[in-house]
């Protein structure tokens, strides 16, 4: 990855963050996420506000600049609302010809040292699932593999991928990856695979209801949210 940030923007980012701080919200915001990072108490509405404001004022050049200076915010926060907006940063309009699959190197680095659903699940739905659809021949295979990685986020991330899909669902890349976690005890991972199923029940209950049927293996918590809706 390239080194060539744009100090500029960063530098924006992290004052116009302390300038909103809101040392009474920090603390309960840190005990909601269970986060070891403190936060600056600055809550979405603000941030969203300053990150329209600040990347509109500091246009980036190309995709290297553009990636370096994700990695500059994310690598170098000292709050959690920089990361927060490394992730705005990821989704920011004008940049979206950027969205490529070489951009999966990023994408993985964000979710294995974000390394919680709140990061993850973001990046996972709103990332990974676009270029997904995108690109499936790049994208499924890699996919396949992260279903059986020791990184129980990147597994948890093939299984949630495809949330947005709907009718256009790759029904044998979820049932592969939901199968290869379907006995994993973990909490993250079985209620992935519930919210997976249950949100693809809105558009091909048949599916699910049969999904759910021929595997007796699936946790009671996944069960329960695949069949929420049925």
Known sequence: ??????????????????????????????????????????????????????????????????????????????????????????????YARWQQPGLLPLYEELIVTGAWWDFVDEVANRRIGPLLRAYPAELAPIMRAWSRDADRWKRR???????????????????????????????????GIGWALRELSKTDPGWVRAFVDTHPGLSPLSRREATKYL
């Not at 990855?1 to 840190?30: C, E, I, W, Y």
């Not at 509405?45 to 509109?56: E, I």
Request: glycine residues 4%; hydrophobic residues 45%.
């Open 1 to 94: 990855m390239p080194n060539s940030f744009d100090s500029r923007l960063v530098a924006a980012v992290r004052a116009g963050l302390a300038d909103l701080a809101d040392p009474a919200k920090a603390p309960d915001m840190q005990a909601y996420m269970k986060s070891e990072m403190p936060f600056r108490g600055v809550q979405k509405p603000a941030r969203t506000r300053l990150a329209a404001r600040l990347f509109a004022e500091h246009p980036l050049s190309d995709v290297d600049v553009w990636v370096a200076t994700v990695l500059e915010l994310w690598r170098g926060a000292r709050y959690r609302e920089e990361r927060y907006l490394a992730l705005d940063l990821t989704a920011h309009r004008p």
């Open 157 to 191: 991330t093939s299984i949630i991928c495809q949330l947005g899909s709907k009718g256009a669902t790759d029904l044998d890349l979820l049932a592969s990856c939901i199968e290869a976690n379907v006995t994993d005890p973990d909490f993250f991972l079985r209620k």
